[in-house]
């Protein structure tokens, strides 16, 4: 658990606070779509949750488009 909470705000490459922000908005999808690779580093949990873009909530859309994702 403790992993995913940092994985999150290492994907999405803001600053600090940007990156939390975007850490909430996308830590309940990451979990609920994502899970089996939580632990397979960054770059495969942004590619699963852009697999998944249709089924995120709408801030976790938003914090992805809005990092260029």
């Known amino acids: ?3 995913f ?3 999150i705000p290492l994907v999405l ?3 600090a606070a940007s990156a939390q922000q975007g850490g909430d908005a996308c830590t309940r999808d990451a979990s609920r779509f994502c899970r089996a690779h939580l632990n397979d580093g960054d770059q495969v949990v942004l590619a699963c949750l ?3 873009r249709a089924r995120l909530s709408k801030g976790c859309q ?5 990092h260029g994702q």
């Open 5 to 7: 909470l940092f994985v």
């Open 1 to 3: 658990m403790t992993r």
């Open 13 to 15: 490459m803001a600053s």
């Open 62 to 66: 938003q914090v992805l488009a809005s």
């Open 50 to 52: 852009k697999q998944n």
